[in-house]
Nanobody, 122 residues
């Protein structure tokens, strides 16, 4: 699998901000595959938060739209999730990932990061 390493999680008061980072070891994956941020809250299933393509096309979940922004730094092979106006319901383990990626019919790779905890308190 592709190696991805998240960082930037922590504890914050409601209304605060955090910025998560995900270093993607494979430059080829970073350049060619769609990347995403997922989260899993206690007692809930994992959900897609945001995704971004190699062409910088983004998709944001309705639950975080207007508050979260996904972006990428091509020079650093790094994916970001800027989280503003955090709410208690944003508390979860956040993962970066790439789903199975194919280029011209050839399988390139897939993978999940180890996760980083985000805790939002009232």
């Amino acid at each position: 699998q592709v190696q991805l390493v998240e960082s930037g999680g922590g504890s914050v008061q409601a209304g605060g901000s955090l910025k998560l980072s995900c270093a993607v070891v494979s430059g080829r994956i970073f350049r060619t595959c769609e990347l995403g941020w997922y989260r899993q809250a206690p007692g809930k299933e994992r959900e897609l938060v945001a995704s971004i393509s190699s062409e910088n096309t983004t998709s944001i979940a309705d639950s975080v739209k207007g508050r979260f922004t996904i972006s990428r730094d091509n020079a650093k092979n790094t994916l970001y999730l800027q989280m503003n106006n955090l709410k208690t319901e944003d508390t979860a383990v956040y993962y970066c990932a790439t789903q199975p990626c194919w280029v011209l019919g050839t399988y390139i790779g897939e993978g999940w990061g180890q996760g980083t905890q985000v805790t939002v308190s009232s």
